[in-house]
């Protein structure tokens, strides 16, 4: 075993899969993961990690869990139990980058060394960008000259334990380890006693380590007094190792960044009888540190600090003075935005004036409205997002047209200003009845007036991916921001029993305001369905051959770290065309959230093609998590769960039930399992499953579910007449 790559684990669902899915696409082979769940407590990142296991049986796992820890104490289980000869630590939400352990392995190869490190990369959800700590430090590829400018460069500013492989027997041999307990600054301690044992560096000019920015589970995000206690620990440790030569680089950098960030911001931030009461940890870091570096790198009112009421003291001066500098800089700006607003027009100024408060007060446009305009009583308005129109309300709209006693209205909000926020809420305010699928942004906050009703379509059908409010956890501060969303529902609908449950949770309702009439794009498919000559004709597809068509989900990581809109399958197409060309034509249809998908010249695109035609073409359905497979199951045809990531899909959505289980379809992991379910479909394929599916996710779908919405509608307005 040539590497050992240890991962500590803490409650990180959302992020270990993309982590653990960036070493399994290394090009070099020859290594073990061994990751270390510390204690984790949401119930989800052991079970991601261990499908993770299952799903890649072929690669060396290991799992240990222990209890928490912290970071430090389990990087060094993970030290105990490495079987490799070098060691990589990586954070649950950071990346490897490609072809990374195939670059340490050829250094390893051709030098003599004992550390190789190499270059950073951060990234969040819109961007990725180089730090420029690494970049100036490593302009090229070589070996580490301990009398150069480069060391000092290098053992005062490259910290980070993750961008580096290190040879496990040099850490052994010198007792090297993380220090237990100690969840801050941890990192400086464990690098300077490495660098202190004076091993063989190699610079490599590679990017060897994704880091991310974006992390809201990161713990150092939220400040915790816990933190000085580490920062002390940490500095009386480092006074006994830290070179001559770098003590200059690194307290510049300890003041520049970790002091400023972690202790002067905090504590500065605080009233008065919270900020003394931090002061003897301060004073405490600020002896440990000599003379020389705070004269040179720290405030001069906090430099010869001697006790803890001259520190007070220095502080409470300190944060005047910025509240004084802040407030003014503040004052001027917004002088300079009122002159600016005042010439470019009314429209221009609502919208930017108001900013994040145009969603107070839109509310307040509907309460005030409300008293002032009497509700229409057979008005129905139908309001909708720009980007989807009409497209999962159509067959209601076209349903509450046909009974020709009703003021239909279609609201789509054409651009941002008053009188169109004014013209919207209007309707809103007039109508007895507002049809909705999916968040509509006028609603936000917003409580239905008495005897008003919004209805929520929503267009997914069965029970498969969380939605709504149960993405999120439980009274934290973005479920009560989404509940504004939901605040003003009456009814929705749902395709089945099994489904009522997670309505009522994932739009704060009670069961009485749960509808089960089917759901509308099951409508859709049963009513418009072909027969397949029919639908072959319509998509020109060669009648000879039976198509087998991939539709997956949309993947919220899709266009993070590349910037492209694009969906890129990873399914070998070529290979299954190889294969099974005689037999089978290949499609694929994408999500609507994709600008496009590239495809071999072999493989149709069926994206813009209407989806009931497209469904009755289909003899197998390749799917994964999306909620397509539902109405496929009204074909009774064969369904292939392609399931490759399903450990970050854990992470990102989760599944109202175990998708093992319950979710229809076969399931495979990987191109083979896929290929040998495709050649094995008449094996694999169960009719009377399906029909078990179906009952259990589609009961109320018989393509009547607008006229049965449009009759419950009917019904409550005409007993409010009586």
């Known amino acids: 075993m040539f590497f050992s790559i240890v991962i500590p684990a803490y409650n990180s669902a959302t992020t270990i899969g993309y982590t653990l899915e960036s070493i399994i696409s290394q090009s070099f082979t020859d290594f073990e993961i061994i990751i270390v769940n510390d204690g984790s407590t949401d119930n989800l990142t052991l079970s991601i990690c261990e499908k993770f296991k299952m799903i890649n049986n072929d690669k060396n796992i290991t799992i240990i869990s222990k209890e928490n820890g912290g970071l430090c104490s389990a990087r060094n289980k993970g030290i105990e139990n490495a079987q490799g000869e070098v060691l990589i630590f990586l954070d649950s939400d950071d990346l490897l980058p490609e072809k990374t352990l195939e670059n340490y392995y050829n250094i390893f190869q051709s030098y003599d060394v004992d550390v190789v490190q190499g270059k950073l990369l951060n990234f969040n959800a819109k961007k990725q960008w180089k730090s420029e700590t690494y970049e100036k430090t490593i302009s090229f590829s070589h070996i580490l000259d301990y009398e150069s400018e480069d060391y000092t460069q290098f053992m005062s500013l490259c910290i980070n334990p993750c961008n580096k492989a290190i040879k496990k027997k040099f850490i052994l041999e010198n007792k090297i380890f993380f220090l237990n307990n100690i969840m801050m600054t941890e990192d400086h301690y464990f690098l300077n006693l490495l660098n202190s044992k004076n091993p063989k560096v190699f610079l490599l000019n590679q990017y060897t380590l994704m880091y991310r920015r974006d992390n809201p589970n990161q713990s150092t995000n939220i400040w915790k007094p816990s933190y000085l206690k580490d920062i002390l620990a940490v500095q009386k440790e480092l006074n006994h190792l830290l070179d001559i030569k770098i003590k200059d680089a690194y307290y510049k950098r300890f003041f520049d960044y970790e002091f400023k960030k972690f202790i002067f911001s905090p504590i500065i931030g605080m009233r008065q009888r919270e900020m003394s009461q931090y002061c003897p940890d301060v004073l405490d870091i600020l002896k440990t540190i000599p003379q020389e570096y705070k004269d040179k790198y720290l405030d001069f009112k906090l430099s010869n600090i001697k006790t803890e009421k001259e520190l007070l003291k220095a502080l409470k001066k300190i944060k005047f003075k910025k509240i004084f500098k802040d407030g003014f800089f503040f004052t001027l700006k917004k002088i300079n935005k009122i002159k ?3 010439i470019k027009g009314l429209d221009w100024l609502y919208s930017k004036l108001l900013g994040k408060k145009r969603l107070n007060f839109v509310v307040f446009m509907y309460n005030v409205l409300s008293l002032l305009i009497p509700i229409k009583n057979n008005k129905i308005t139908f309001a909708i997002r720009p980007k989807d129109k009409l497209k999962f309300l159509k067959e209601i709209k076209e349903e509450v047209l046909s009974r020709n006693q009703f003021a239909v209205k279609t609201l789509l909000a054409k651009k941002i200003g008053f009188f169109e926020d004014l013209r919207i809420v209007y309707h809103l305010v007039r109508s007895k009845v507002i049809i909705i699928d999916g968040h509509y942004w006028y609603l936000r906050g917003v ?4 005897n008003q009703i919004v209805i929520q379509s929503w267009h997914a059908c069965g029970l498969g991916k969380k939605f709504g409010l149960d993405i999120f956890e439980k009274n934290s501060d973005e479920y009560k921001e989404q509940l504004k969303h939901h605040s003003s529902y009456s009814y929705t609908l749902v395709s089945s029993d099994i489904a009522i449950n997670a309505y009522m949770s994932a739009f704060n309702l009670k069961k009485e305001q749960i509808l089960t009439i089917g759901n509308i794009l099951s409508d859709r498919i049963i009513n418009n369905k072909k027969s397949k000559e029919q639908a072959y004709f319509e998509l020109g597809i060669d009648t000879n051959k039976k198509l087998v068509l991939y539709a997956p989900t949309f993947r919220e990581d899709v266009g993070k770290f590349t910037n492209i809109g694009f969906f890129q399958p990873k399914i070998d197409f070529e290979k299954l065309s190889e294969k099974f060309g005689h037999e089978y034509i290949f ?5 609507s ?3 496009d998908v590239k495809l071999p010249n072999s493989v149709l695109n069926l994206s813009q093609y ?3 035609t497209v469904l009755s073409a289909t003899e197998i359905l390749i799917t994964d998590y999306s909620s397509i497979v539902f109405s496929f199951l009204h074909f009774k045809r064969p369904i292939i769960l392609f399931a490759y990531d399903l450990p970050i899909y854990m992470g990102q959505r989760n ?18 399992q896929l290929s040998q379910a495709i050649e094995q479909v008449d094996r694999i394929f169960d009719k009377e499953k399906i029909q078990f599916y179906w009952d259990l996710h589609m009961q ?7 006229v049965r919405l449009v009759d419950f509608i009917e019904k409550l307005i005409k007993r409010e007449k009586l």
């Open 447 to 450: 409580i239905a007036r008495k």
């Open 340 to 342: 600016n607003y005042y």
């Open 610 to 612: 209407d989806e009931a």
């Open 587 to 591: 499609a694929c249809r994408i999500h």
């Open 655 to 672: 599944m109202y039930l175990d998708y093992e289980k319950y979710f229809p379809g076969y399931i495979v992991y990987n191109q083979n």
């Open 700 to 706: 109320y779908c018989d393509g009547k579910t607008a």
């Open 593 to 595: 959230n994709y600008k």
